[in-house]
């Protein structure tokens, strides 16, 4: 299949499904904590009635990133769905131009280009992994699995910590995170390490520290780390390059790298080594393709990064992060790791052989949406998270 041959679609409607879903075990960062898996599923129709799936993967607090669930709905309901619904888009890169007068907004604008893909994914009867495949460089053809590891949340105490690490490794998980905070870091490395001398084992910060930490932050390069996430400032650059010039483990950038300029910057002044590319922190599967160029151009190592997200978003995160320039383990674990019951099936189960999930064979992201799920989610939704606008 050539691009040009591509087969486009018309949108005629676009739904919104605020949901939440419990998780079974919740992640703590440096930044909080949330009993539940919220999101806005996206489904975009089409006058050919394909129904194409999306997730914007937003949390209720602006913790992570500015955008909430609350924002999202409201920016996506009143400014992004006028400008898409009626129009034609003939390929997946084509439609950001749609939305190019809404700045910022990424995770919202993310959930409606997912779908969008999807949508056109299944206009031509192709897998998303396949579809994702034509926009890539010459060769980069799926690998089928997607190579992934295990983000472990802040633990009440090591012990709790080393438990946890041991039934994920029992399960065949390969790589292991480990979410750091001030005062929650040194030991913990150090522990970990005695008890797994071999294991692939990253740190991820959430911008909680500054260049003050420096000297700190640099007892962590005897513990043989593969990288750590995101020590600095959610909006910072610049110190992070000053950092990395003293640190031997490699920074790699999460909340910084909101689009293929900051990359672009980030690489000038030597502020990352690696990047945790999420397609809704850079507002969606075109910035991704770009992205994916660019790293693969600069030979920068690169893995897909989650934000917990359910069956529609892992499907589609597990489709791009099966591609050959994704290189390092991805942050998409299987969906007993996050949920008792998904939104969509079949669930996604690690290979524990070789530490993969396998892309589904289905065309488009390859799971089913249960439409029960979704409105047993949306009445959890409304009863735990009653927000007044
Ligand atoms: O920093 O990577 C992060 C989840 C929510 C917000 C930020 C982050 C994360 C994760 C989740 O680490 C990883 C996953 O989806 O399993
Ligand atoms: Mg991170």
Known sequence: ?????????TIKDVKLYTLAIPYT????????VEPDKVAIIVEVITEDSISGWGEASIEVEPGYGSETVVTGEHVMHEFMLPKVIGQTVTKGTDFPELLRLVRGNHHAKAGIEAAVWDALAKANDMRLTDYFALFMPDGHESDERATVG????????????????????????QR???????????????AVRQKYPDLMLMLDANSDYSLEHADHLKQ????NLLMIEQPLAYYDIYEHGLLQQQLETAICLDESVKCVNDLQVAMQVGAIRILN??????????????IYHICVENNLPLWIGGMLETGVGRAANVAFASLPGVNMPSDISATDRYFAEDIATPNFVLNSDDSTLSVPDGIGIGVNVHRDRIEAGIAYWKERYPYQI
């Open 1 to 9: 299949m050539q691009v040009e041959n591509l087969r486009s679609i």
């Open 25 to 32: 075990e919740p992640l703590k960062t440096s930044f909080g």
């Open 150 to 173: 295990v983000s472990i949340g802040i633990q009440s105490s090591i012990e709790d910590t080393l438990d946890i690490i041991e039934k994920r490794v029992a399960q065949g998980y």
């Open 176 to 190: 292991v995170k480990l979410k750091i905070a001030r005062g929650w870091d040194i030991e913990l490395a150090a």
């Open 220 to 223: 962590l390069d005897q513990f």
């Open 277 to 290: 590319l999420k397609p809704s922190r850079v507002g969606g599967f075109t910035e991704c393709v770009k």
